[in-house]
């Protein structure tokens, strides 16, 4: 069974940088495209960057030339850089990651989430 562990995340300084981490856990099936999303209070979960399995990425307007996604697909894990964090960035971040299994089925699997909280 495909699971999604999530490492990083914490208190920040508005300014400063933080790194998470997402790491797929189990066999059988493979690892397409990934994602990161955030939810911050109040609002709807929302799509922040993506990396398909060749490493073509996509970033909203909000993270652009400031967050960075990569992953490794040997572990596979991906990792997303975020630098020159601002408040408005506080939220809960989670890993997504779209499977399919050696039958051929598809499923999207979400990692547990962790908390980001950028101070003033």
């Known amino acids: 069974q495909a699971q999604l562990v999530q490492s990083g995340g914490g208190l920040v300084q508005s300014g400063g940088s933080l790194r998470l981490s997402c790491e797929v856990s189990g066999r059988g099936f493979q690892v397409g495209a990934m994602g990161w999303y955030r939810q911050r209070p109040g609002a709807l979960r929302e799509l922040i960057a993506s990396i398909t399995a060749d490493g073509d990425t996509n970033y909203a307007d909000s993270v652009k030339g400031r967050f960075t996604i990569s992953r490794n697909n040997a572990k596979p894990t991906v990792y997303l850089e975020m630098n020159s964090l601002k408040p408005e960035d506080t939220a809960v971040y989670l890993c997504?990651?779209?499977?399919?299994?050696?039958?051929?089925?598809?499923?999207?699997?979400w990692g547990q989430g962790t908390r980001v909280t950028v101070s003033s």
């Open positions: 997504g990651a779209g499977i399919t299994t050696g039958q051929g089925g598809r499923d999207y699997i």
